[in-house]
């Protein structure tokens, strides 16, 4: 998926190539998780609908129960999507043990990888999610956090 603001990380990151590699990743950590932290849309949506996101669990939880009225506009479905999914990697690499934000190599893919090395593809549940509601968020944040 191309997600413009992590393009710009991106190229203050990698090699003058532009291919996506996870050593921009592993020399700021920090930086691809508050970047990829953001979720601007999801943010305004769910303050608008009274819920505030704090990384937490049961947030996902409240996000969750949102009536999914985005999905009359086809054209936001996917943004809100990608945002959900960024949303969840926050949660699950703030409050996970040994997770950490990884950029895949072969598709420039942000996902979460576990201290196990199993790796979740976050931006693709949360694109499910928005576009059928399932699997939800705070079911998905327990399948992992109990690896």
Same mark, same amino acid.
């Given at each position: ?26 020399? *700021? /950590? %920090?930086?691809?998780?508050? +970047?990829?932290?953001?979720?601007? =849309?999801?943010?305004?949506? &769910?303050?608008?609908?009274? #819920? ?20 009359? *506009? /086809? %054209?936001?479905?996917?943004? +809100?999507?990608?945002?959900?999914? =960024?949303?969840?990697?926050? &949660?699950?690499?703030?409050? #996970? ?51």
């Amino acid at each position: 998926m191309n997600i413009p603001f992590l393009d710009s990380w991106r190229k203050r990151h990698e090699p003058a190539r532009g291919l996506a590699s996870p050593r921009g990743a592993e020399r *700021d /950590p %920090e930086g691809l998780a508050e +970047l990829l932290s953001e979720c601007e =849309l999801l943010r305004a949506h &769910a303050q608008s609908a009274g #819920v505030a996101l704090d990384d937490s669990p049961s947030s996902l939880e409240a996000l969750d129960q949102l009536q999914p009225r985005w999905r009359e *506009d /086809p %054209e936001l479905v996917p943004w +809100l999507g990608n945002d959900a999914g =960024l949303y969840l990697g926050t &949660a699950v690499v703030r409050t #996970v043990p040994g997770a950490g934000w990884w950029v895949r190599a072969a598709d420039g893919q942000p996902v979460v990888r576990l201290a196990s090395g199993r790796e979740i593809d976050v931006v693709e549940a949360g694109q499910a999610w928005a576009a059928d509601g399932a699997p939800q968020l705070s079911q998905l944040y327990a399948e992992v956090a109990e690896n």
